[in-house]
Every structure is written in structure tokens, then in C-alpha cells.
T-cell receptor, first 113, second 112 residues
């Protein structure tokens, strides 16, 4: 069974640009969550999607958004990038919203210059 | 807002030594997971505990969940260089559904 796939693995963007990151969950998993990991703040929850609906949202500005498609694949978008958005963005999938075990992808390393 | 405190933050030991990492919260966990993460990779799930007092073993790793479900520990016996990595505890709480709240992590280095 394939694991969680995130693309791209690495990304370099300029301040003010926007970026879209993609996540394909484990086959059969319908819940996808996104986390931001930085050296100073650790892993912080961004949002969770299930059945194309956002179920939960962390304390991030509106520049961070996401969506989920009918095949459970998810994308997150960050607009008007800031230097502080540089981080490892991790996607996690689980079978459903009541299942708390999360399986993470390798992440997308975003660098904003 | 629930907070997880993880200690120690850094741990450097020699091969063959034992170690324990702790994870505490002021709130009751609905469930708690331990992950291990290597540089540039995503966290890998090691174990999930949900019942107070629960003990789980994974080879040389022993995980304990406190009776009150507010704390957990990870004990590694006879550490090996391959155990080197960032160990993260993450919990869910009744007020936040399946959202994971992570501790800051323990960076373990096992020297040969």
C-alpha cells in the first residue's frame, strides 16, 4: 500500500508570490490534515479535511487555505508569501475523522526568499 | 488551548545506555501518539495509546500512558545509533477532535 505522497518535495518562492502544495493520502483514507513545522514553533496544525469539507482549522491567517477533492486528494495554498512562511509543510492522512492515528508524508520544504 | 510539555529537549547518550522521554499535559488526552522523525522526512508513527495505565512495547521501546491520561513516557533500552532522531509526542483532546497537538520534541543522539 502506497504511503502519503506530497509534491513537490522542495520549493523556492519569492516574497509576495503564492504557492500550492499537493497531498495524496493513503488509499482508502478520507481524512487529510496539514501541519507546518518550523524550528521555532515545532509542528502546528493548519487544517483538516474530510469528505471535501474543512472540519477543523488552526490559528493561521487567511493567507493559508486548503481544499479536498472527491478522490480525497488535498491541496493547500499560501498567498502573499512571507519570509516566515518558510517551513516544512506536512500532510497526514487517516481513515476518517474519528480515527486519531495520522500517517505523514515526507513533506514539502518551502523556502521563501 | 492545550499545551504539551516534552522533556528533555536534547539527549546525547552512548550506545547501550537506557533513556526515558516524558510528555505531559495539563489536560486529559483522548489519545496520545509517539512519532519518530528523521531530518527532511515526515514523522513516522510508533504507537498510539488511549487507555489510562496502558503499556505498549515495540522491540526495545516501551511506552506508558499515565493512569490519569495526562502524561506519557517513552523508554528505550540499550539504545543504538539507529535510534537517533527527533521523538515527538502528539495528543488529541476531547475539545479538538482528531486535531493533533504536538510537543516540541526530543532530539536524541546515540553515539557509537
Amino acid at each position: 500500500k502506497a504511503g502519503v505522497t506530497q509534491t513537490p518535495r522542495y520549493l523556492i518562492k519569492t516574497r509576495g508570490q503564492q504557492v500550492t502544495l499537493s497531498c495524496s493520502p493513503i488509499s482508502g483514507h478520507r481524512s487529510v490534515s496539514w501541519y507546518q513545522q518550523t524550528p521555532g514553533q515545532g509542528l502546528q496544525f493548519l487544517f483538516e479535511y474530510f469528505s471535501e469539507t474543512q472540519r477543523n482549522k488552526g490559528n493561521f491567517p487567511g493567507r493559508f487555505s486548503g481544499r479536498q477533492f472527491s478522490n480525497s486528494r488535498s491541496e493547500m495554498n499560501v498567498s502573499t508569501l512571507e519570509l516566515g512562511d518558510s517551513a516544512l509543510y506536512l500532510c497526514a492522512s487517516s481513515p476518517g475523522p474519528m480515527n486519531t492515528e495520522a500517517f505523514f508524508g515526507q513533506g514539502t520544504r518551502l523556502t521563501v526568499v | 488551548t492545550q499545551l504539551l510539555e516534552q522533556s528533555p529537549q536534547f539527549l546525547s547518550i552512548q550506545e547501550g545506555e537506557n533513556l526515558t522521554v516524558y510528555c505531559n499535559s495539563s489536560s486529559v488526552f483522548s489519545s496520545l501518539q509517539w512519532y519518530r522523525q528523521e531530518p527532511g522526512e515526515g514523522p513516522v508513527l510508533l504507537v498510539t495509546v488511549v487507555t489510562g495505565g496502558e503499556v505498549k512495547k515495540l522491540k526495545r521501546l516501551t511506552f506508558q500512558f499515565g493512569d490519569a491520561r495526562k502524561d506519557s513516557s517513552l523508554h528505550i533500552t540499550a539504545a543504538q545509533p539507529g535510534d537517533t532522531g527527533l521523538y515527538l509526542c502528539a495528543g488529541t483532546f476531547s475539545t479538538s477532535g482528531s486535531r493533533l497537538t504536538f510537543g516540541e520534541g526530543t532530539q536524541l543522539t546515540v553515539n557509537p
